[in-house]
């Protein structure tokens, strides 16, 4: 009987836990595929969970995360809501769909790259920094 339990035990101590998903650890950087000039996404995916990071435009300059929410993933897609919108990762060419909820008609299709959430956070500190410097010489 022992043996069975410590069997079971063993066998449950293995187990993934339920809050870790399958992409945490990893990051993506997203470009938007348009005529409308360019625009940058990043997401982060931890625990579960995923979140845009972005660096504010209002007063002070920070970096600033949305909330977190908790993405699905299959074979072929990951799937996540942020804010009003609803996003869709193909899984193996790295395009996204980013559609309003509830709206199907208003999408927009992005390119994305792998990176690691300390690439990410680099990459926001560098921005952060060129504006802040930029501002150096604001009148008001």
């Not at 998903?21 to 348009?34: E, F």
């Not at 579960?48 to 920070?62: I, S």
């Not at 395009?95 to 309003?100: D, G, H, L, Y």
Request: proline residues 4%.
């Amino acid at each position: 009987m022992k043996t069975f339990i410590a069997t079971l035990l063993v066998f449950f101590l293995s187990l993934p836990m339920a809050h870790a998903g399958d992409v945490d650890g990893h990051a993506l950087s997203c470009k938007l595929i348009s005529s409308s000039g360019p625009q940058t996404s990043r997401f982060i995916f931890e625990n579960g969970y995923a979140y845009e990071a972005f660096v504010t435009k209002e007063l002070p300059l920070r970096i600033q995360n949305t909330d977190s929410r908790k993405y699905t993933s299959t074979v072929d897609t990951i799937e996540w809501p942020v804010r009003i919108y609803a996003y869709v990762l193909d899984r193996k060419n790295l395009t996204m769909e980013r559609a309003f909820k509830g709206d199907n008609t208003n999408r927009s299709h992005w390119q994305c790259e792998v990176k690691t959430p300390a690439e990410i956070t680099g990459t926001l500190n560098q921005i952060l920094e060129r504006l802040k410097k930029s501002m150096k010489d604001n009148k008001l």
